[in-house]
């Protein structure tokens, strides 16, 4: 080939030469391409890059890849054209000068450039530019994890392919088409997204173009993100939920992929209802507290909870209770509960304090003082759910009036208690002396144990009568009641009767001081015999002179009937207190029956009197006989009656009597106990008799 490199060499002396050559005229050598100067073809194909020429006959034409010479040739010469070596299988020269590839392959590709010359004739030239493609063929879209995550730095799609030239490449987002930006980066092969989020899930595309084929690819790209923040519905929780009540909660929290969310309370997963779902019906108190809804990202293992407080409140049962004690007898503690609600109720005394208070119990100790007297002290107790008050009432003791109870003790010591109770708040204390010396508990005085009673036992009741005064003082931090009192012996005070309306049933009643000591009571009456109980007939004695006793009544009795009187006959009755063996005054006498009739004095008085006159005798005897006659024929007259009387006597009840008498209203009896609480003779049953050791005679007064 070294004429070749000598038509190189010579080359810039040959082109001016043809420069020179056509400057002057004559026929001028042209080139020019047949078609399109770009052509595209299919690799393994046949193309040709055809040319034309005038203006000199069999000119040399040289192709040129850029800028190097890839073949020559003399048109019409008879030899064959020189073709660059590793080009000898693909390339051929035509008769007319075109060059034509056979089955190009992808390499040849580029620019070429043909040169005519012809000595004398000048050098013309022109320039192709040939692009060999390859059918598209299997793209793939690949990424480097299977996952976009959010939060990552980038995610990268890039795609390959079997084989291919690709002229134009289109990536596509859900159908949209993607350009350079913050985003997005196309570059090469693959798509970068910058800084992936939920919103790039979708589907990516890349569509790869050449003139002879297009391919387009599908991925669907997945992105991982979450839990977010667990949102917990309904979102105001109640500030708290009533026992009982039922609730449900639901707990949903955005992410991919996420579990199902799991309530958690007090360390142990809740059963799930559904899908996150808390239902919780009928709660109860030990079900408040915090409940933690947990999400997990199941391929990131990325955890999120939310905690929920839940407040199950109670309200305790009942009301709340307030009271008062005194703390060493000189401060009030003013209490008060209301105990056992969820949460505990906040108690305070506004009244006392408006800073301090307790929760379910609250006691709070001031110093006394008189104006805290009989002032209503209110207790507020605040729960959520209930607000409810108590009150106390402080109160100084109260004046009161001891009572004293009298009784025969088994071995029989007469047994004198005493009782002082003052209504007071706090509670009084109470104490006991006796002229000045405190009592205490000995032998003889015994105080109970709440000191409200004292209890002095003795044989011998002027032990009793001749002790100093007994003095019972009720205290309290507000202030005391002091009571100084002597016992007395067996005392009434007062007493009155109340006859029947047909005179044949009499009730006594009588009264007794508080501080008299009473074991019992001797009901004596002085006239006829009472009628005999067995309904028969008797024949009323002539009345006795002395008084004896028909009833002996118990020492709280205050009251007694007697039946079976005869209406037309005067009696007279009295009550003997007495105190075992000792007697008291008589109460005065109560005289029933019609007038005095002749009194054995009268009769005296008249006997005295028979030397005055025998016509008075007569008279007398007269008044007598008449007398007598008129009592025999009433006695007569009255004998169907007075068994009718006795009979209907008998069949009422003593109770029914006594009614019929009392609101007969005659004269009201008085109220006999309203000191002495004991129980009635007619409240019923009957009470507990110590009788008299021996059977007494009444004394006349
Ligand atoms: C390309 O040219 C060669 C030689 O001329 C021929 O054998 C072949 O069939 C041609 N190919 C096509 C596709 O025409
Ligand atoms: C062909 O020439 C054009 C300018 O004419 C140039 O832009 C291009 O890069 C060249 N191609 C090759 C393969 O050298
Ligand atoms: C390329 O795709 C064709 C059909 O589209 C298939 O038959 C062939 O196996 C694929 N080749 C490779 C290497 O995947
Ligand atoms: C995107 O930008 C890169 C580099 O900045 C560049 O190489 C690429 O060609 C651009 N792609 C498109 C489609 O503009
Ligand atoms: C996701 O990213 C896009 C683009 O950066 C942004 O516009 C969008 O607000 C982001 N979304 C979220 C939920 O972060
Ligand atoms: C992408 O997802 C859509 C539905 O979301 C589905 O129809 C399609 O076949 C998926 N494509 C690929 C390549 O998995
Ligand atoms: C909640 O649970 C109760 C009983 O356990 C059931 O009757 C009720 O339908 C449930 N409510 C919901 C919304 O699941
Ligand atoms: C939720 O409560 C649990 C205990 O009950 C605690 O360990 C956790 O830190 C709490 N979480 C939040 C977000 O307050
Ligand atoms: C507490 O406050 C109330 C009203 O605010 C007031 O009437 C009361 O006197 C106060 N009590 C005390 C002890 O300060
Ligand atoms: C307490 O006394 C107040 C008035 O002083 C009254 O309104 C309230 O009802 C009383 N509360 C109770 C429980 O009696
Ligand atoms: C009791 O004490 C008073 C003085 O406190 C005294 O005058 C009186 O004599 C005392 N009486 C007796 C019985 O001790
Ligand atoms: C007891 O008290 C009375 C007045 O209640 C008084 O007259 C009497 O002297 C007192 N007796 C004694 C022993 O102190």
């Known amino acids: 080939m070294t004429w070749l490199k000598g038509i190189q060499k010579l080359r810039p002396v040959l082109v001016s030469v043809l420069f020179i050559l056509t400057s002057q005229g004559g026929n001028c050598l042209v080139v020019s391409p047949v078609g399109h100067t770009l052509v595209n073809a299919l690799a393994g194909t046949n193309v040709t890059l055809a040319v034309s020429y005038s203006g000199a006959s069999d000119p040399v034409v040289t192709w040129f890849k850029g800028p190097l010479p890839v073949g020559t040739w003399t048109i019409n010469a008879n030899f064959p054209p020189d073709i660059a070596s590793n080009s000898w299988s693909v390339l051929e020269i035509e008769r007319d000068g075109s060059l034509t590839f056979i089955d190009v392959p992808l390499r040849f590709t580029g620019n070429y450039t043909v040169e005519l010359t012809k000595s004398g004739q000048g050098k013309a030239s022109a320039t192709f530019t040939l692009i060999i493609y390859e059918i598209i063929q299997n ?23 079997l084989q291919g030239v690709v002229e134009q490449e289109i990536w596509r987002f859900n159908g949209r088409d993607l350009k350079n930006s913050t985003h997005y980066l196309i570059e090469g092969a693959s798509l970068v997204i910058f800084g992936p989020n939920r919103t790039d899930k979708g589907s990516y595309s890349v569509t790869l173009m050449n003139p002879f084929s297009s391919v387009t690819t599908h991925k669907n790209v997945t992105v991982l993100y979450g839990p977010d923040e667990p949102i917990v519905e309904p979102p105001p929780i109640q500030p708290f939920y009533k026992a009982g009540d039922s609730l449900i909660f639901s707990c949903q929290a955005e992410g991919f992929p996420l579990s199902i969310p799991q309530w958690i309370f007090g360390g142990q997963i809740l059963p799930d209802f559904h899908q996150g779902v808390l239902n919780l019906t009928n709660v109860q108190t030990s079900q408040g ?28 049962l009942g009301s709340p209770t307030c009271s008062v004690v005194s703390v060493n007898n000189a401060d009030l503690q003013y209490q008060c509960k209301w105990a056992g609600g969820t949460p505990e109720a906040q108690l305070s005394f506004p009244a006392l304090s408006n800073t301090s208070s307790g929760a379910g119990t609250f006691s709070l100790t001031v110093t006394s003082s008189a104006n805290l007297n009989d002032k209503t002290i209110t207790c507020l107790a605040e729960h959520p759910i209930e607000q409810n008050t108590c009150n106390i009432t402080a109160k100084s003791p109260r004046n009161f009036i001891p009572t004293v109870e009298t009784s025969v003790d088994s071995d029989g010591k007469i047994a004198v208690t005493i009782r002082c109770v003052s209504e007071a708040s706090p509670p009084a204390v109470v104490s006991w002396s006796q002229g000045n010396e405190s009592v205490v508990t000995g032998s003889t005085y015994q105080i109970s144990s709440d000191a409200t009673q004292l209890k002095i036992r003795s044989y011998n009741i002027s032990t009793f009568l001749l002790a100093p005064n007994y003095t019972c003082t009720c205290r309290n931090p507000l202030g005391s009641q002091r009571k100084l009192f002597q016992l007395q012996g067996p005392t009434i005070s007062d007493s009155s009767l109340f006859p029947n309306q047909d005179g044949t049933i009499i009730t006594l009643t009588w009264e007794v001081p508080p501080t008299s000591l009473v074991t019992g009571f001797d009901i004596q009456m002085k006239g006829p015999d009472l009628l005999s109980h067995s309904g028969g007939y008797s024949v009323p004695k002539r009345s006795s002179k002395e008084y004896r006793i028909i009833q002996q009544k118990p020492g709280y009795a205050r009251s007694t009937d007697v039946f079976l009187l005869d209406p037309d006959m005067t009696y007279r009755f009295r009550i003997i207190p007495k105190a075992r063996l000792t007697d008291g005054e ?27 006159s025998i016509l008075v005798l007569v008279l007398l005897i007269g008044i007598i006989f008449l007398i007598f006659y008129h009592h025999k024929k009433k006695s007569n007259k009255t004998r169907y009656p007075v068994s009718r009387a006795v009979e209907k006597v008998k069949t009422i009840q003593p109770k029914a009597v006594s009614h019929n008498i009392l609101n007969r209203g005659l004269r009201p009896p008085p109220d006999y106990n309203s000191l002495h609480q004991m129980p009635s003779e007619r409240s019923g049953t009957l009470p507990m008799f110590v009788p008299p050791a021996p059977v007494r005679v009444a004394t006349t007064v």
């Open 586 to 612: 008589p109460s005065k006498v109560h005289r029933i029956g019609p007038g005095d009739g002749l009194s054995g004095s009268a009769i005296a008085g008249i006997a005295a009197g028979i030397p005055c």
């Open 139 to 161: 793209v793939t879209l690949i990424t480097e994890a299977d996952f976009a995550q959010e939060g990552a730095q980038r995610f990268t799609l890039q795609y390959s392919m």
């Open 289 to 316: 507290g915090s409940y933690t809804c947990s999400v997990v990202n199941e391929l990131t293992k990325e955890k999120r909870e939310k905690n929920v407080t839940l407040n199950v409140y109670d309200v305790s």
